[in-house]
């Protein structure tokens, strides 16, 4: 989701009126800055973002960030009075990009260029600049950088309403500068520079070079405030919270594409402020790496199958947000209203965590969850139902917002899953309840199989909501993944479906017609739908999340061939996207030869683009796991649609885990915890 300038980071502007600070003019105020060219290395709460040509100009929402504020905006390098050529700049690895130039030597009259210029910038602000010399003779080089700040909190910034550009002091090897608040940065250089000039804000070098020497000089930026570091915290999160998964197989795309999308998983992780032992994902950035959101609570159940730690955690950071007591709102977890396309009011993201909350702890048990996890996270799971129950409308439905919005077919989606997976976590835990929630599911079946269900002589469809007067709003997209997404129950079976056999089928069909399936993955709304844009977030763009659900729902009902169809247009935009898919791309329809088209505002890497790729090889192999049932079932899709595929150091029952799947679709267990049996 991408929100409004004023809401884009969810870190607070300072007081007092922003003037223009560093590339002012390169957006408009309220204006969010495209951000789909920029490459962006991330280490939460560290945040650096550069445009392809490497050098940091201010402009937009270009610079190193820390804790929501930008600590660097100018990085301007110049070798002899004269910028680079840059001829490449490419992500590395997730928190780091690197940047390739090339000048011709003073005096030089031919085509060549005899200067190499090598530059890398981590998130954390650190930047090592070499300078090559392929020239045949002894060069003496002025190096200069020109550097410079508005210590600006990132919501302005994104808003293209930055603070006014700080006045530096010589500090040490490097620059210093000091905001109204105390805030503060340095730059420190090694080696240090011979000359520093702080009111323009420069560091200059004499960089003496014989052929076929070279010269590097590093930066590194660090925030204060006080005195003490800026944005301190207890560290990063460690690599035990999300296992090493390797992808291998005839589609060599898969092992790159899994390893880039663990490490943004693993780049988005931020921990509790009050609580630093627990992690959650930020929905993504660079707009939303705030407080844990819905999206982080998807994102961890789609990567479960690289444990349930995850889960745990961002399970009781918004157990923590749950309002107490019995009020008319006790058992809802708070969250913001966002876009709903052009037919709907906004939605809320409290009643998708609410509802989330029991289905992703029942599922997590059925990965391994550890009964001390359980048993803490139980009590929050039953308010959540408790919640459910207190919101049904006078027709039986949902509403969404609560408790007087449309009651919309994606909601009572959730909710049914919260019935069904709620009741056997009651059971499990021997709690009460279970019989009453399962037989409440059955009811909400009968009726949405009759008042969301338009029959004509094609088959029929879902609708997309009604309407607080009760009536139908027709509009078919990508949110009919979700009718599909039943979850996992006893012995790794499906739980029951809100839809029966024969709309199953229709909708599968439905799925794969060129209206919602635009080659690269599902759009948000059909492209002959009233009010199709093919950038709309909620209108026709496609999301990763509801695609990689759709493959999911595809697979286990049975149609492989829309599942594969699918499946294979989201890898192919994976590649297009050097392996790190953004929450969102434009809907355009495919065609040979065409890239997907990139959303100028998207998050990436975001939690739910990431995670996609774990769901989407999972459901490739099917696994179902039961720990409780000490059972592990493998359901592959027995087309093979990308060849023999094999995953290994997944986690079940908290132990590595590995599978394969042959060429002709045959699934085998090679790895799991002791005591498991291959389940059918």
């Known amino acids: 989701m991408v929100p409004s300038p004023a809401q884009a980071p969810g870190h607070p502007a300072r007081n007092g009126a922003p003037s223009p600070g560093p590339g002012a003019g390169a957006v408009r105020p309220g204006d969010l800055p495209a951000v789909h060219d920029m490459l962006v290395g991330v280490a939460l709460p560290a945040l650096v973002v550069s445009p392809r040509h490497g050098q940091l100009t201010g402009a937009g929402l270009e610079g190193v960030f820390l804790a929501g504020r930008r600590l660097l905006a100018r990085s301007v390098l110049r070798v002899a009075g004269r910028?680079?050529?840059?001829?490449?700049?490419?992500s590395t690895a997730a928190d780091r990009s690197d940047f390739l130039g090339v000048l011709?030597?003073?005096?030089?009259?031919?085509?060549d260029p005899g200067l190499v210029v090598e530059r890398s910038r981590e998130a954390d602000g650190t930047e090592r600049i070499t300078l090559r010399s392929s020239v045949a003779r002894p060069l003496r080089l002025p190096v200069e950088l020109a550097l410079g700040t508005d210590l600006a909190d990132l919501g302005p910034v994104a808003a293209g309403r930055?603070?006014?550009?700080?006045?530096?002091?010589?500090?040490?090897?490097?620059?210093?500068?000091?905001?109204?608040?105390?805030?503060?940065?340095?730059?420190?250089?090694?080696?240090?520079?011979?000359?520093?000039?702080?009111?323009?804000?420069?560091?200059?070098?004499?960089?003496e070079l014989a052929p076929g020497d070279s010269f590097t000089l590093t930066l590194r930026v660090r925030g204060e405030r006080s005195g003490r570091p800026l944005g301190a915290s207890s560290g990063r999160p460690g690599g035990h919270v999300l296992a090493d998964a390797v992808a291998e197989g005839d589609d060599p795309r898969l092992g790159p594409l899994l390893r880039a999308c663990v490490a943004d998983?693993?780049?988005?992780?931020?921990?509790?402020?009050?609580?630093?032992?627990?992690?959650?994902?930020?929905?993504?950035?660079?707009?939303?790496?705030?407080?844990?959101?819905?999206?982080?609570?998807?994102?961890?159940?789609?990567?479960?199958?690289?444990?349930?730690?995850?889960?745990?955690?961002?399970?009781?950071?918004?157990?923590?947000?749950?309002?107490?007591?019995?009020?008319?709102?006790?058992?809802?977890?708070?969250?913001?209203?966002?876009?709903?396309?052009?037919?709907?009011?906004?939605?809320?993201?409290?009643?998708?965590?609410?509802?989330?909350?029991?289905?992703?702890?029942?599922?997590?048990?059925r990965w391994g969850l550890p009964e001390q996890d359980l048993a803490e996270l139980l009590p929050a799971a039953e308010r959540c139902l408790g919640r459910l129950r207190a919101a049904v409308d006078a027709g039986g439905f949902v509403p969404d917002p609560?408790?007087?919005?449309?009651?919309?077919?994606?909601?009572?989606?959730?909710?049914?899953?919260?019935?069904?997976?709620?009741a056997e976590l009651l059971d499990a835990c021997g709690r009460p309840g279970g019989e009453a929630w399962r037989e409440w599911a059955r009811e909400l079946r009968e009726r949405f199989r009759s008042r969301f269900w338009i029959d004509d002589p094609s088959g029929g469809r879902p609708v997309l909501a009604r309407t607080v007067d009760d009536q139908p709003l027709p509009h078919l997209g990508g949110w009919a993944a979700h009718l599909l997404d039943n979850g996992l129950t006893v012995a790794g079976c499906d739980a029951p479906g809100l839809l029966h056999k024969a709309q199953t089928e229709r909708l599968a069909r439905l799925l794969a017609t060129p209206g919602l399936d635009s080659g690269w993955g599902l759009r948000g709304?059909?492209?002959?739908?009233?009010?199709?844009?093919?950038?709309?977030?909620?209108?026709?763009?496609?999301?990763?999340?509801?695609?990689?659900?759709?493959?999911?729902?595809?697979?286990?009902?049975?149609?492989e061939s829309e599942?594969?169809?699918?499946?294979?247009?989201?890898?192919?935009?994976?590649?297009?996207?050097?392996?790190?898919?953004?929450?969102?791309?434009?809907?355009?329809?495919?065609?040979?030869?065409?890239?997907?088209?990139p959303h100028p505002a998207a998050c990436r890497p975001a939690a739910v683009g990431a995670a996609a790729v774990v769901q989407l090889l999972t459901a490739v192999l099917g696994i179902r796991p039961d720990v409780p049932g000490r059972?592990?079932?493998?359901?592959?899709?027995?087309?093979?649609?990308?060849?023999?595929?094999?995953?290994?150091?997944?986690?079940?029952?908290?132990?590595?885990f590995a599978a394969r799947v042959g060429r002709l679709g045959l699934g085998m267990v090679e790895e799991a915890a002791p005591g498991l049996q291959l389940g059918v």
Do not use: N
């Open 104 to 111: 011709r030597a003073p005096g030089d009259t031919g085509p």
């Open 525 to 559: 709304l059909g492209e002959k739908e009233p009010g199709y844009s093919p950038f709309g977030h909620r209108s026709g763009a496609v999301r990763v999340h509801e695609t990689a659900v759709a493959v999911a729902g595809l697979a286990a009902a049975g149609h």
């Open 631 to 656: 059972t592990v079932a493998l359901h592959p899709l027995r087309s093979a649609p990308l060849g023999e595929v094999r995953l290994s150091g997944l986690r079940v029952a908290g132990e590595p």
């Open 402 to 422: 609560w408790p007087a919005g449309p009651a919309r077919a994606e909601t009572q989606a959730h909710a049914h899953r919260a019935a069904v997976l709620g």
């Open 563 to 597: 599942a594969a169809a699918l499946l294979r247009g989201v890898l192919d935009a994976a590649e297009a996207f050097d392996h790190r898919l953004p929450e969102m791309y434009a809907g355009e329809r495919r065609t040979t030869g065409a890239l997907p088209v």
């Open 265 to 365: 998983l693993r780049a988005l992780l931020q921990r509790d402020p009050e609580h630093p032992a627990d992690v959650y994902l930020a929905a993504g950035v660079p707009w939303r790496s705030g407080p844990v959101t819905a999206e982080a609570l998807w994102a961890a159940r789609m990567a479960l199958p690289l444990g349930t730690r995850l889960a745990a955690t961002t399970l009781r950071a918004l157990a923590r947000t749950q309002i107490a007591g019995t009020g008319a709102d006790s058992g809802r977890i708070p969250g913001p209203l966002r876009d709903a396309g052009p037919h709907l009011p906004p939605r809320c993201t409290g009643v998708e965590a609410t509802l989330a909350f029991p289905v992703v702890l029942a599922e997590a048990r």
């Open 162 to 207: 930055p603070g006014p550009e700080l006045s530096a002091s010589v500090h040490g090897t490097g620059l210093r500068w000091t905001a109204d608040d105390g805030a503060a940065v340095i730059v420190s250089a090694d080696p240090p520079p011979s000359d520093a000039l702080a009111a323009a804000g420069l560091l200059r070098w004499e960089a």
């Open 83 to 90: 910028e680079p050529v840059p001829l490449r700049g490419r």
